[in-house]
């Protein structure tokens, strides 16, 4: 394969939702670093968040949304996304995704953190799995689609690549394609594609404690910014709450919010509830402050994490929505049903992202961003819980609509040149990586995790300045690997987290700075 109409660069939700409304219009590739299957949507556990039935109504998610957000969403995107919601929830089902339904035969609905109905939409505790698998299934089955797994998307290719000096300031960059790793020719090789779709995924591998998977290393959003697209909001990084305390382990394993909607509470290690001391709406606040106030807790107590408490739930309730909590945590010596959770708050999601507009598309001709490596402007400073699943499921959609009214006035672009592999060498000492990345980690989590303040940030600013120098030295002398390439990417991504953080000189939502407002 060596030009396409549609490249995809990503195979979980985003990807695959565009796909599957591509084909119709023309032939599809996706490429995906891992397995297929192997991404953050898999992992997703709580569900998919959208307006159902009575009592709930688009304008009680959309205000839902507003207040997570800190007011920062935009409310044009928050009002198209919602609105859309019931729609784009059909496509799931039509694709063969199986929600639970009560006895009444009416849908499930679960509650998370700073929704005011019942409206999430779910598959017990494995909602992910299953819209994975579903959309796997009826892509790979596509004769208009083809999957290319262990593929890894180097750069993508604009104008810059036939040598047109090409700035953040220019208005006309294009992109022709991507330069990909090929696992069988060992060798970096140009995909040309009329239209390019980076859905790459989440960042939180940035960080030294995520739920994130480990192919989530912010590639897209780092080659998005090198090829000189805009990308925003990167400082709003949200912390889950509660993922299990089980330090060896790694990513995370998240402890759905859907279970804090079904009644269970955060405790400190004595037994002591705190959620009220921090908000009215108590273990079921908003993710940020949720959050926080763990982060609090634990400075002051000193414990490595806290409790949630589900020992008094119906059994029956438990054992049918949430198997797999209940299964994992017997696996590490926990029976939720009889000893409180040990939870601590992990990085979980990007708010921020590749800019896009309300059709998906980027700043650059013919490329598009879609799900969590976009920012449409849905979040604001914090995201609404279930409500990423949502968010690339509209906007694939309306990619798809935007990108095929050009399809058939663009042609492949003559002249890219072959990927310049010259005097690089096979770095012999994985070292030089391995080290670097927990460097990395400790930065992050240490000065640019959920509390900070701009003595930690410039601190993380200049030992981030040292690891990109390094980084950059050893890429460039190297032979591409995936390695190199997600520790450059990962690189990439803390500095425009940084740097969005020490511009923003307030705490608002999920960027809390113990500086602001002074003192
Ligand atoms: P992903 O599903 O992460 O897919 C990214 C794809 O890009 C992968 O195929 C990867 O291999 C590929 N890729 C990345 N870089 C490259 C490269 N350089 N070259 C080639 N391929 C590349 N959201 C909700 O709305 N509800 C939930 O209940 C929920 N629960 C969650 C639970 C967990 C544990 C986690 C981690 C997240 C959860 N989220 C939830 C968030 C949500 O799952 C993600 O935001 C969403 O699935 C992201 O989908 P995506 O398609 O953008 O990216
Ligand atoms: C969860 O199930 O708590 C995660 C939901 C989300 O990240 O949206």
Same mark, same amino acid.
């Given at each position: 394969?060596?030009s396409?109409?549609?490249l995809?660069?990503?195979?979980g939700?985003a990807?695959?939702?565009?796909?599957l409304k591509?084909r119709?219009?023309?032939?599809?590739?996706?490429i995906?670093?891992?397995?297929?299957e192997?991404?953050?949507?898999?992992?997703?556990?709580?569900?998919?968040?959208?307006?159902?039935?009575d009592?709930d109504?688009?304008?009680?998610h959309?205000k839902?949304?507003?207040?997570?957000g800190?007011?920062?969403s935009?409310?044009?995107i928050?009002?198209?996304t919602?609105?859309?919601?019931?729609?784009?929830?059909k496509d799931l089902?039509?694709?063969?995704?199986?929600?639970?339904?009560?006895?009444s035969g009416k849908?499930d609905?679960?509650?998370?953190?700073g929704?005011s109905?019942?409206?999430?939409?779910?598959?017990k505790?494995?909602?992910?799995?299953?819209?994975?698998?579903k959309?796997?299934?009826?892509?790979k089955?596509d004769s208009?689609?083809e999957?290319l797994e262990?593929?890894?998307?180097?750069e993508?290719i604009?104008?810059?690549?036939?040598g047109?000096?090409?700035t953040?300031?220019?208005?006309?960059?294009?992109?022709?394609?991507?330069?990909?790793y090929?696992?069988?020719?060992?060798?970096?090789?140009?995909?040309?594609?009329k239209?390019t779709i &980076?859905a790459?995924?989440?960042?939180?591998?940035?960080y /030294?404690n995520?739920? @994130?998977?480990?192919?989530? =290393?912010?590639?897209?959003i780092?080659m998005?910014?090198?090829?000189?697209g805009?990308?925003r909001?990167?400082e709003?990084v949200?912390?889950?709450?509660?993922?299990?305390y089980?330090p060896t382990?790694?990513?995370?394993?998240?402890?759905?919010?859907?279970?804090r909607?079904?009644?269970?509470?955060?405790?400190?290690?004595?037994?002591?509830e705190?959620?009220?001391?921090y908000?009215s709406r108590?273990?079921l606040?908003?993710r940020?402050i949720?959050a926080?106030?763990?982060?609090?807790?634990?400075?002051?107590?000193g414990d490595?994490?806290?409790?949630?408490?589900?020992?008094?739930?119906d059994?029956?309730i438990?054992?049918?929505?949430?198997?797999?909590?209940?299964?994992?945590?017997?696996s590490?010596g926990?029976?939720?049903?009889?000893d409180?959770?040990p &939870?601590?708050?992990a990085a979980h999601?990007?708010c921020? /992202?590749?800019?896009v @507009?309300?059709w998906?598309a =980027?700043?650059?001709?013919?490329?598009y961003a879609?799900?969590?490596?976009?920012?449409t402007?849905?979040?604001?400073?914090?995201r609404?819980a279930?409500?990423?699943?949502?968010e690339?499921?509209?906007f694939?959609?309306?990619?798809?609509?935007d990108?095929?009214k050009?399809l058939?006035t663009?042609?492949?672009?003559?002249g890219?040149?072959?990927?310049?592999?010259e005097?690089?060498?096979?770095?012999e000492?994985?070292?030089?990586?391995?080290?670097s990345?927990?460097?990395?980690q400790?930065?992050?989590?240490?000065?640019v995790g959920?509390?900070?303040s701009?003595?930690r940030?410039?601190r993380?600013?200049?030992?981030?300045?040292?690891?990109?120098?390094?980084t950059?030295?050893?890429?460039q002398?190297?032979?591409?690997?995936k390695?190199?390439?997600?520790l450059r990417?990962?690189?990439?991504t803390?500095?425009?987290i940084?740097?969005?953080?020490?511009k923003?000189?307030?705490s608002l939502?999920l960027?809390?700075?113990t500086?602001?407002p002074p003192?």
């Amino acid at each position: 394969m060596n030009s396409v109409d549609f490249l995809v660069i990503g195979s979980g939700i985003a990807g695959l939702s565009f796909a599957l409304k591509a084909r119709k219009y023309g032939k599809v590739c996706i490429i995906t670093k891992d397995t297929a299957e192997e991404t953050s949507t898999r992992y997703a556990q709580g569900g998919i968040a959208a307006v159902t039935y009575d009592p709930d109504t688009y304008e009680k998610h959309i205000k839902d949304t507003m207040v997570a957000g800190c007011e920062l969403s935009d409310p044009e995107i928050v009002r198209i996304t919602i609105t859309e919601s019931t729609e784009r929830v059909k496509d799931l089902i039509q694709w063969g995704v199986d929600f639970d339904k009560t006895k009444s035969g009416k849908y499930d609905l679960a509650k998370e953190g700073g929704h005011s109905e019942f409206r999430v939409l779910h598959h017990k505790d494995e909602t992910g799995l299953e819209i994975q698998q579903k959309l796997y299934r009826q892509a790979k089955e596509d004769s208009q689609i083809e999957i290319l797994e262990k593929y890894y998307a180097v750069e993508l290719i604009t104008q810059h690549h036939l040598g047109v000096i090409v700035t953040k300031h220019s208005t006309d960059i294009h992109c022709h394609g991507a330069y990909v790793y090929n696992p069988h020719t060992q060798k970096v090789e140009p995909v040309l594609a009329k239209c390019t779709i &980076v859905a790459t995924g989440g960042i939180g591998n940035v960080y /030294g404690n995520t739920t @994130n998977p480990p192919i989530s =290393t912010g590639d897209g959003i780092a080659m998005v910014h090198r090829a000189k697209g805009l990308v925003r909001g990167m400082e709003f990084v949200q912390f889950h709450p509660t993922a299990l305390y089980h330090p060896t382990e790694r990513p995370a394993f998240l402890i759905t919010e859907a279970l804090r909607g079904a009644g269970a509470r955060l405790k400190l290690l004595n037994g002591n509830e705190f959620m009220g001391k921090y908000d009215s709406r108590g273990s079921l606040a908003p993710r940020d402050i949720v959050a926080r106030a763990i982060d609090n807790e634990m400075k002051i107590s000193g414990d490595d994490h806290v409790f949630l408490d589900a020992r008094h739930l119906d059994k029956v309730i438990f054992f049918n929505h949430f198997p797999n909590i209940y299964s994992k945590c017997l696996s590490v010596g926990i029976d939720a049903t009889k000893d409180m959770i040990p &939870v601590v708050p992990a990085a979980h999601y990007s708010c921020g /992202g590749i800019y896009v @507009n309300q059709w998906g598309a =980027t700043t650059i001709e013919n490329l598009y961003a879609l799900g969590e490596c976009s920012s449409t402007g849905l979040h604001g400073a914090n995201r609404l819980a279930s409500n990423s699943l949502l968010e690339s499921l509209v906007f694939s959609h309306r990619a798809c609509i935007d990108a095929t009214k050009k399809l058939n006035t663009t042609s492949f672009q003559e002249g890219i040149p072959n990927w310049d592999a010259e005097g690089t060498v096979s770095n012999e000492e994985m070292v030089l990586i391995t080290q670097s990345v927990k460097e990395l980690q400790s930065i992050m989590s240490n000065y640019v995790g959920i509390v900070r303040s701009d003595l930690r940030l410039q601190r993380a600013f200049d030992r981030l300045n040292i690891l990109h120098r390094e980084t950059e030295a050893l890429y460039q002398r190297s032979v591409v690997t995936k390695q190199i390439c997600e520790l450059r990417n990962m690189v990439g991504t803390a500095y425009l987290i940084i740097r969005e953080a020490m511009k923003r000189k307030e705490s608002l939502g999920l960027h809390y700075s113990t500086d602001y407002p002074p003192k």
